[in-house]
């Protein structure tokens, strides 16, 4: 049996491990660099230039209470949205590929900030479409906008800082570069950031001034366009990647961190204040339909029509062309997925609607072809959902069988063994050590979520705080599974054959996380594989993931650590159940661990 245990751990700990890392390496296999899809008509620019000022971090409640007189002016003259989501994680890289390509972070595969893409983020976006016409690209900020985009971008001048002084030096930046009057202009401001992780979070003052400092830059950049004569050929556009815990810390599904700033002014752009939910992948898009370019190939997303003020024949030619790549979109993914012959039928009704909505365009029907193209790039996503969840679910249930086969390995001769061995075991010391590995658990666990703790990456945001807690919750588990082995103490362990015993005791409990473990992991192996191969779950589903992983890197330590505590708290036994008689440990038991 000791065989079987040291096998399952050691297979249990691989795929934990294995588990993390493919979130930390994650590649997504099937991007969807398609070719470009021109307009089916020429359209005029809405003006000549855009400048995309993202705030690192910036919640836009905070901004609304801090005093941000140039941010104002924007929203004041323009349109400000009061229920902007970014995708999870929330993190800030996958903000900026989301907001430069109009992907999410499953489509873009950019999943956290420490990937290398060397200047290629692998898919269509808007910094490589205005590269194409021959226009200049500007970039001021941190290094990870080069690092996605650098092989499209013109000019640039990036540092990376710790201190609170970077948004000086980056705002006199992009003042010279707007003196070349580049076309797109990114500014990247990312003090309030750096202020939120090391200063306490949201809630904090240096947050807060931090975006004041922010607006203080962003002033200056209004000033400078003014200078250079092109104010008003300009789109603002003030943007943040994601919001901020008050406590501090991002990246999960908390309301506080997928709102994040959006507020835009510019040529055509109407005084609007948007209650309605736009999504972080609409904004590359709407770049491309203000200065009449083509749209990004790889957009999950679409543009925000409603904020300007344009023509049906604007509206309809941009809508084709997004129904044509959501089309192009769904029929890739159904080939690389080899379904492509399981939904012909849907395929060829879609290109027929397609063909049959340009004719319509062509004929000067702008509104009509305006809705069909509605229609038609609805039904494209749903097939492209159609076809993930599709092959999702082969894979899932693939993988079940795999699991049966493990539960077989494992499971099967376990209970083989102990039904064989019945008469022979304590079933005392049996019993006793399967309290002990629950007490272990449940004080972990109980711990845990009294303390406030749920699965989310934005607890991760501060990893001193992290360890600190886990010593905790790990400090409530020994606590528990002491306590219960000297209240089971008196009921198994006289002096004879006492250490043969503990031994077998501790075996037990072993035992029985490993049992715990492998029904854990195999769950987690059948809904998700236990590496990302190529599914990346989003939203609450990524909350749910990340609770996976964390449990399954848990469950490893935990392992470790039942079979020390049983080990060490069986061999004490004596001494707790003494202590336990005099009354010395009620009191600890009954009041747990006080919090940071
Ligand atoms: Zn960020």
């Known amino acids: 049996m000791a065989l079987i245990l040291v096998v399952v ?7 934990a491990m294995a588990a993390f890392e493919s979130w930390a390496d994650y590649e997504q296999p099937y991007k969807p660099n398609l070719s470009p899809v021109p307009l089916l008509g020429a359209v005029t620019p809405l003006g000549n230039y855009v400048v995309v000022v993202v705030i690192d971090g910036a919640r836009p409640d905070i901004v609304e209470k801090a005093e941000t007189p140039n941010i104002d002016w924007i929203r004041e003259n323009g349109t400000w949205f009061n229920n902007a989501r970014c995708f999870t994680p929330s993190l800030s890289h996958p903000g900026y590929a989301s907001i430069g390509t109009g992907a999410r972070p499953s489509v873009t595969g950019v999943t956290n900030n420490w990937l290398e893409l060397n200047g290629d983020i692998g898919i269509d976006n808007i910094f490589k479409i205005v590269n194409e016409t021959n226009e200049t690209t500007a970039v001021a900020g941190s290094p990870g906008w080069m690092d996605l985009y650098g092989n499209w971008i013109s000019e640039n001048k990036t540092i990376e800082g710790e201190t609170l002084n970077m948004d000086r030096i980056i705002g006199e930046w992009a003042v010279t570069l707007i003196e070349h009057k580049p076309k797109l202009l990114l500014v990247h401001l990312y003090d309030a950031d ?4 090391g200063y306490g979070g949201a809630a904090s003052d240096e947050y807060k001034q931090q975006i004041e400092e922010a607006d203080e830059e962003i002033g200056r950049i209004i000033q400078a366009f003014n200078n250079s004569g092109i104010l008003e050929e300009t789109l603002f556009i003030v943007t943040s990647d994601h919001g901020f815990l008050d406590q501090g810390g991002h990246g999960g599904w908390e309301e ?19 209650d309605g939910q736009i999504l972080q992948d609409q904004i590359a898009a709407t770049v491309s339909f203000f200065l009449g370019y083509r749209v990004p190939t790889g957009l999950t997303g679409g543009m925000l029509f409603d904020v300007f003020d344009v023509d049906e024949r604007r509206k309809a030619i941009y809508q084709i062309s997004l129904a044509q790549i959501k089309y192009n979109q769904s029929t890739w993914f159904a080939e690389q997925f080899d379904l492509k012959e399981k939904y012909e039928n849907n395929i060829s009704r879609l290109e027929e609607d397609l063909t049959n909505a340009q004719q319509v365009l062509s004929q000067g029907q702008y509104s009509e072809a305006l809705s069909l193209a509605e229609g038609i790039e609805e039904d494209c996503e749903n097939l492209i959902k159609t076809v993930w969840e599709k092959k999702h679910s ?24 102990i039904f064989i061995l019945r008469k022979r075991i304590n079933w005392r010391i049996f019993s006793a050590s399967i309290l002990c590995a629950i007490g272990y658990l449940l004080g972990f666990w109980v711990v845990f979520f009294a303390s406030g703790w749920y699965f989310s990456i934005s607890l991760w945001a501060s990893p001193e705080d992290f360890i600190n807690r886990m010593i905790l919750f790990v400090i409530a588990g020994l606590i528990a599974a002491g306590f219960t082995a000297g209240l089971t103490a008196k009921w198994i362990l006289n002096e004879k054959n006492r250490w043969g015993k503990i031994i077998l ?3 037990l409990g072993l035992f029985l996380v490993v049992i715990l473990n492998t029904i854990y992991i195999s769950s987690h192996y059948v809904q998700w594989n236990y590496v990302l191969d190529w599914y990346f779950p989003e939203g609450r589903a990524w909350g749910d993931f990340f609770g996976s992983i964390f449990m399954l890197a848990q469950n490893f330590y ?28 009620s009191s600890v038991a009954k009041s747990p661990p006080s919090l940071p």
Request: proline content about 2%.
């Open 194 to 197: 750096t202020a939120g992780h």
């Open 394 to 417: 082969m894979e899932v249930s693939s993988r079940l069988q795999a699991v049966s086969l493990i539960y077989v390995i494992t499971l099967v001769p376990s209970i083989v063994v």
């Open 256 to 274: 506080d961190v997928l709102h994040f700033l959006l507020t835009m002014r510019g040529p055509h752009v109407k005084r609007l204040e948007v």
């Open 505 to 507: 005791a501790t075996l």
């Open 9 to 15: 751990f050691g297979v249990s700990m691989s795929m």
């Open 558 to 585: 935990l392992s470790i650590l039942s079979f020390i505590s049983i080990a060490v708290a069986l061999a004490t036994s004596k001494m707790i159940s003494k202590l336990s008689k005099a009354g010395a440990i």
